[in-house]
């Protein structure tokens, strides 16, 4: 096993005083990865991938519990453990934008342990592989969102490492860099590569095209891990009614409202500015429709209905009852002192 | 194990040539840099000259055994640079890297933090010896500055062992800016603590007893005297062996300090998650 979560718990500190309390970022989190398997910890913001990806990569220490990475202990024998990583995390700024992109990587190829021929041999590879070669020499501050990406997954690459830690890929990104990071993830870095990849998400169909094994989080805490298969399997109702509405309501009236019609199993309701995205999971949408449509009528304006197929965003609703376009952001410490 | 040591030097130089490239990029604030230490300088020396009617004066000359101002304030002066190094840039590297976004990414690398710590050590160093070089020729053509060429040689041995007493000190500053959100009051009380005590401008036997006694805590205040002592014949109230013991004893406890409080609140912003916090 390439790497071991044993009962991980990470709390962090809000509040200073007699306000100071804990938040658990992660509450007793196991699961272990096999060689060569691409994992994926799907959940809103907030649930707790990235805390768990950072104590991944001995960047944060855990409360309690045991991970180990082939076998080396991420606390004990951290050195050991990064030069198996590599760890590409999310947001723009893990780069020196006012390094060119060759420098970057020339620069973190050093703390890697990589030097002379093989180095530059090592970058002129990825920079080929990521189609970066034209703009090596560009300083970062130039390159878009999705050309920053690359060099980023370019740096997480440059010393060959066994396992690969990918938090949130492709967020940010347009579709056109995004399905390329997702068929470099599938295609060159599994596929290929032979890459332990732990991959989070909070786009479904990220998680339901890439990952063999899915472990669903939410606030902090791992729901169930099985394959995208075997989770829409599961599901034991076969519709999705959704609705898209405009007005102001009271969300938890309708909601307790909507959960009380007979058959149905999960309401998610997310509202912004007034923009509301309504879906419930029922057994038989039709027996329901005209009930559902009576009562969000009475509170907004129904701008579109539609039934689907139960996606994997769906059974994380059902499991869960929070959707994974909520933030359930609680797990930041506290700001500096 | 050679391979370790090579991996280590290699990053501790990457990390320099990394420093000089984003500096080189901003180039008016470099030049600025540069020339700045050249005019805060010129103040203090033509102040003292116009007070002792010269460049010579019989009253520290008394003091000290040397009469020549100019080139006892400037030769002290050098070390408001080396302080400035550590409390300043070395200082803040952590917190730079904090707002630039990378440090996380530079802290998931397999190398001990120390050798992080060094590779800004290195660039700082090299920058600070670059602006003391500059100062030093432009004042020595200007106002004709007279050393004792046999001096330099063990000067930069004493240099070179204070140095290492700032780069603890450099390390604890840039560590504890990793949590207190306005380190540069720390940096700013340390600043202005050190320089009061240390004979930069004037001689030791100038201060209050109790500040003397204080300033006998300082690897800066041994660095300015056995310096001056080898370049313009500064009497000491010790010798030039106690001074060197005392600042290789001073050199050890400040670099263990640096290095405890480094690793305690790397620790501790491990575990409170504020690593990455700007």
Not at chain 1, 172 to 186: A, E, N, T
Request: glycine fraction near 8%.
């Amino acid at each position: 096993m390439n790497i071991v979560l044993d009962n991980v718990v990470k709390k962090f500190k809000r509040g200073k005083g007699l306000r100071k309390h804990y938040i658990t970022a992660c509450d007793h989190v196991s699961f272990t990865i096999e060689q060569g398997e691409l994992f994926g910890l799907l959940g809103p913001n907030g649930a707790g991938k990235t805390t768990l990806v950072r104590c991944i990569a001995t960047l944060l220490i855990p409360d309690e519990g045991k991970i180990t990475i082939f076998g080396k202990d991420i606390i004990y024998q951290s050195m050991e453990a990064r030069q198996q990583i590599g760890l590409l995390t999310s947001g723009e700024r893990t780069l020196y934008w006012k390094l060119t992109g060759k420098d970057n990587l020339k620069f973190f190829a050093a703390l890697y342990g990589l030097a002379g021929k093989e180095r530059d041999k090592r970058i002129d590879y990825l920079m080929e592989l990521l189609d970066l070669k034209d703009v090596e020499s560009e300083r970062v501050e130039k390159y878009s969102s999705g050309m920053k990406q690359k060099i980023s997954l370019a740096r997480a690459l440059l010393h060959d490492p066994k396992i690969l830690l990918l938090d949130e890929p492709t967020l940010g990104l347009d579709p056109q860099f995004s399905r390329f990071i997702r068929g470099f993830i599938k295609d060159e870095l599994v596929g290929k590569g032979g890459k332990t990849v732990l991959l989070t998400t909070h786009y479904m169909d990220e998680a339901d095209e890439l990952c063999e094994r899915i472990a669903f989080i939410n606030k902090g805490k791992i729901v169930n891990i099985k394959s995208p298969a075997e989770y829409k399997d599961e599901i034991p109702h076969t519709e999705v009614l959704e609705l898209r509405c405009q007005g102001n309501v009271n969300e938890e009236k309708l909601r307790t409202a909507l959960s009380s019609i007979k058959s149905v199993e999960k309401v998610s309701l997310i509202n912004k500015e007034n923009d509301l995205a309504l879906k419930v999971i029922a057994s038989r949408v039709e027996s329901i429709l005209s009930d559902v449509i009576e009562l969000v009528r009475g509170e907004a304006k129904i701008l579109a209905i539609d039934v689907k197929e139960p996606t994997l965003e769906d059974v994380f609703i059902y499991l869960t009852g929070t959707s994974l376009k909520e933030d359930t952001r609680e797990e930041q410490p506290d700001a500096l002192e | 194990m050679y391979k370790k040591i090579n991996h280590y030097l290699r990053a501790i130089w990457a990390e320099n040539i990394k420093e000089w490239k984003i500096e080189l990029t901003y180039k008016a604030d470099f030049v600025r840099g540069m020339i700045d230490p050249l005019v805060y300088v010129l103040p203090y020396l033509l102040y003292g000259i116009a007070l002792v009617g010269g460049r010579t004066s019989e009253s520290l000359e008394k003091l000290t055994g040397t009469g020549d101002l100019i080139t006892f304030v400037t030769l002290g002066y050098i070390f408001i640079g080396f302080l400035n190094m550590a409390l300043w840039a070395m200082g803040f590297s952590l917190r730079k890297e904090q707002y630039w976004g990378t440090l996380e990414s530079v802290f998931a690398a397999p190398v001990p933090r120390w050798v992080y710590a060094l590779g800004m050590a290195a660039h700082s160093t090299m920058h600070q010896g670059l602006m003391i070089s500059l100062q030093l020729i432009v004042i020595s053509i200007v106002f004709k500055l007279s050393v004792n060429m046999g001096g330099i040689v063990p000067s930069l041995g004493v240099v070179g062992v204070m140095l290492i007493a700032l780069y603890g000190l450099g390390m604890m500053i840039a560590s504890l800016t990793l949590i207190f959100k306005q380190g540069w009051l720390i940096s700013e009380a340390l600043s202005s603590l050190i320089m009061i005590i240390t004979p930069i401008a004037y001689p030791l036997a100038v201060l209050p007893v109790f500040m003397q006694k204080a300033a006998m805590a300082l690897p800066t205040t041994y660095g300015i005297l056995t310096v001056r002592h080898f370049l313009i014949g500064e009497k000491m109230g010790f010798s030039v062996g106690t001074s060197f013991l005392r600042l290789a004893i001073l050199c050890v406890l400040w670099v263990v300090f640096g290095l405890i409080v480094f690793a305690f609140i790397d620790k501790r912003t491990r575990r409170s998650g504020t690593l990455a916090h700007y």
